[in-house]
């Protein structure tokens, strides 16, 4: 798992004009707000120091960890994000500033991707779990020459 370019020919540390951080209407920051429970804190000066992240592979880790603790639920709806607006969805403009835009895209895409990963093994549990109760449950199988329509 690769986790340190941040888009396909971006800059690993990129200069952001201030205007990057306005979330533009429609986005929920659901994380940030705790799916709306908060009000969202938009960027005003003075600016916050931002977090700097001097281990960034178990930073991403850390926080990924941390958002599974705080939205269980609301973790499985997390998708790989594709251009940088997508950070509104889960996160408001002081947090995107604050532990930075580019670490936050890493630590969506680590949790797309453990999403993904768990969604195949759910479905190969429920697979594996189907097989083996039509294998100790083949007596209840009815052929069509039993069934009641055949009087």
């Not at 990963?117 to 594996?128: G, P, Q, S, T, Y």
């Not at 109760?133 to 209840?140: A, D, K």
């Given at each position: 798992m690769?986790?340190?370019?941040?888009?396909?020919?971006?800059?690993e540390?990129?200069?952001l004009?201030?205007?990057?951080?306005?979330?533009?209407?429609?986005?929920?920051?659901?994380f940030?707000?705790?799916?709306?429970a908060?009000?969202?804190?938009?960027?005003?000066?003075p600016?916050p120091?931002?977090?700097?992240?001097?281990d960034?592979?178990?930073?991403?880790?850390?926080?990924?960890a941390?958002?599974?603790?705080?939205?269980?639920d609301?973790i499985?709806?997390?998708?790989?994000?594709?251009?940088?607006?997508?950070?509104?969805?889960?996160?408001?403009?002081y947090d995107?500033?604050?532990?930075?835009?580019?670490?936050?895209?890493?630590?969506?895409?680590?949790?797309?991707?453990?999403?993904e990963?768990?969604?195949?093994?759910?479905?190969?549990?429920?697979?594996?779990a189907?097989?083996?109760?039509?294998?100790?449950?083949?007596?209840?199988?009815?052929?069509v020459?039993?069934?009641?329509?055949?009087?």
């Open positions: 690769q986790y340190f370019s941040i888009m396909a020919g971006e800059d540390n990129p200069q004009p201030l205007e990057f951080y306005q979330a533009p209407d429609g986005y929920l920051c659901t940030s707000t705790n799916f709306g908060l009000a969202r804190k938009n960027l005003s000066f600016l120091a931002r977090i700097v992240h001097t960034f592979r178990d930073a991403i880790f850390d926080k990924a941390e958002l599974q603790r705080q939205f269980p609301g499985w709806n997390v998708v790989p994000p594709t251009h940088w607006n997508d950070l509104f969805h889960y996160f408001d403009p995107v500033y604050l532990m930075g835009p580019e670490f936050l895209i890493q630590v969506l895409r680590y949790v797309a991707e453990c999403n990963m768990a969604n195949v093994r759910i479905l190969k549990a429920i697979e594996d189907a097989k083996e109760w039509i294998e100790r449950h083949q007596f209840l199988q009815v052929s020459d039993q069934c009641c329509y055949n009087r």
